[in-house]
């Protein structure tokens, strides 16, 4: 493994290196200056594995360099390293990830022999990432005839109870079925069809499909709540809880059992219009989820404002909460408010067996995550389930 190492002070250089070596971690390269690193990084034939970068240096600081590695398409592993305060670190740790370079984690100086051995384990650990794929950029009209030629299909990611495992329901996730590049992901098409005008189609060809495979369920004596997103531009139509009472209907699907999860990642653009139709969806006995909370415009405003009946924790404050002082606080701030508020809460991004016990002890209500169950097809849900329950017991003897 080749590791280079950026710190402008010298003897915290050496000791560094000392350590590496001693733990036989592989061939280091060192630099007092951020700018003969990139000199390094541009050099043919030299691979690096490993950046150890300190935050605070001279001419170009740490937070700079995050960003000529995101130029230069860095792929490797990094560390940042600081002795200032643990949240800017922590800050610096979150900006770099956002860039998509993949962080290992942050170290406090003076770093310890024991906290090296063990990001080295955890990188050896880790699976080899794939390369990224690129980022098609689609168009209006793509996206219109995806909708109308019946491209749009629905994953479900399954939720269940902390206290019992018992399995709530699920959330109704799109996916586009493209004939030539495969699953594309909402992320690539969502703020699209927001900005084109489609979102409505798009939103009703998702909440018929959900209401359609429910009544199958149903059917089968399977009884699972739905949960379907909705965004802020939908709710700029008056008439939109008649909309979803009558499709609800026509399901033959009871109100209680459907819950819309509203993400605030546009502004409002009629306050007034959308507490309007929030509040007569609530009249109509549907569920409201204010999803991603404590992100985007998601705010204190809207849980005095809006009737939500849930909260859904944002994964950026769940994943990490056991070792993130600053995450746990708002983790434990957003379930003391949402708990007073009668609200159901949910935790999104359960990811290991440390989320799920740190927030089963805390009295979360709801999980979901990837530690539970990746969203996939209804066919593939009945098989999860049987595989669930002999899983179940397993979790829930399991001291707290």
């Known amino acids: 493994m080749n590791i280079l190492l950026i710190d402008d002070d010298p003897i915290m250089l050496r000791l560094l290196a000392h350590q590496l070596s001693r733990l036989g971690a592989g061939e280091v390269t060192s630099c007092e200056r951020a700018r003969d690193a990139l000199v390094v990084l541009d050099q043919r034939g030299v691979a690096v594995d490993l950046i150890f970068c300190d935050l605070q240096m001279p001419e170009m600081d740490g937070v700079e360099f995050v960003r000529q590695l995101v130029r230069i398409g860095f792929t490797g592993c990094l560390v940042l390293v600081s002795g200032e305060d643990a949240r800017i670190l922590q800050t610096a740790e979150r900006l770099a990830r956002a860039h998509r370079l993949d962080v290992l984690g942050g170290l406090q100086k003076p770093v310890s022999p024991i906290q090296l051995q063990q990001l080295l384990a955890h990188m050896s650990d880790r699976p080899t990432p794939k390369p990224r794929a690129h980022r098609k950029r689609y168009?209006?009209?793509?996206?219109?005839?995806?909708?109308?030629?019946?491209?749009?299909?629905?994953?479900?990611?399954?939720?269940?109870?902390?206290?019992?495992?018992?399995?709530?329901?699920?959330?109704?996730?799109?996916?586009?079925?493209?004939?030539?590049?495969?699953?594309?992901?909402?992320?690539?098409?969502?703020?699209?069809?927001?900005?084109?005008?489609?979102?409505?189609?798009?939103?009703?060809?998702v909440l018929d499909s959900a209401l359609k495979q429910a009544r199958r369920w149903q059917a089968a004596e399977l009884s699972l709540p739905l949960a379907v997103n909705v965004s802020m531009d939908n709710l700029t139509r008056l008439e939109f809880p008649e909309l979803v009472e009558q499709r609800v209907a026509e399901a033959g699907i009871a109100p209680s059992y459907l819950t819309l999860e509203v993400t605030e990642s546009r502004l409002m653009k009629n306050r007034l219009e959308s507490l309007d139709i929030l509040t007569r969806l609530r009249l109509k006995r549907f569920g409201l989820s204010i999803d991603d909370f404590g992100t985007g415009h998601s705010s204190l405003v809207q849980l005095r404002d809006i009737p939500f009946t849930e909260l859904k924790i944002d994964r950026d404050f769940v994943r990490g909460a056991p070792n993130d002082a600053s995450a746990r606080a708002i983790l434990e701030a957003s379930l003391s408010m949402a708990q007073q508020l009668g609200m159901t809460t949910v935790a999104e991004g359960v990811e290991d067996l440390e989320d799920w016990d740190f927030l089963r002890a805390r009295g979360v209500d709801v999980a979901q995550g990837w530690f539970i169950a990746k969203p996939m097809p209804a066919d593939d849900l009945s098989a999860w389930i049987a595989a669930w329950e002999l899983r179940r017991p397993v979790l829930l003897g399991r001291p707290q």
Request: proline share 4%; net charge negative.
């Open 139 to 205: 168009s209006a009209e793509e996206l219109r005839l995806a909708i109308a030629g019946g491209q749009l299909i629905n994953h479900y990611q399954p939720k269940v109870a902390f206290a019992s495992g018992a399995i709530t329901g699920v959330e109704t996730l799109v996916r586009w079925d493209h004939p030539e590049d495969g699953l594309v992901f909402p992320d690539q098409f969502i703020d699209l069809a927001e900005e084109c005008g489609l979102i409505d189609a798009l939103t009703q060809t």
